[in-house]
């Protein structure tokens, strides 16, 4: 069974950062690439970075180009979402998902206000 669990989110002033950590449990962690949601009120549910398996290779959305990072540690079976320099625009619900299956976490809540 897939387990996802997100931490590290909460409520930050505008330019400052946090760390999302996504655990993951029930499939080969390894072996699969991963990317990171958002969903902001009233707004449809958006991919912002993806990581291969290896973390060779990462992509992301405009919007967070140049100040989100998002990396995973395999032995761990954990994958990161490091954001720098957040706007208020950041604020979301942010989640972590498997390339390839279904399963969802529950999120963790990023709120960037002065």
């Known amino acids: 069974q897939v387990h996802l669990v997100e931490s590290g989110g909460g409520l930050v002033q505008p330019g400052g950062s946090l760390r999302l950590s996504c655990t993951a449990s029930?499939?080969?962690?390894?072996?699969?690439?991963m990317s990171w949601y958002r969903q902001a009120p009233g707004k449809e549910r958006e991919q912002v970075a993806f990581?291969?398996?290896?973390?060779?290779?990462?992509n992301y959305a405009d919007s967070v180009k140049g100040r989100f990072t998002i990396s995973r540690d395999n032995a761990q079976n954990t994958l990161y979402l490091q954001m720098n320099n957040l706007k208020p625009e950041d604020t979301a619900v942010y989640y972590c998902?498997?390339?390839?299956?279904?399963?969802w976490g529950q999120g963790t809540q990023v709120t960037v206000s002065s």
């Open positions: 029930g499939f080969t962690f390894s072996s699969h690439p």
């Open positions: 998902k498997t390339f390839g299956l279904p399963d």
């Open positions: 990581i291969t398996s290896t973390g060779a290779i990462t």
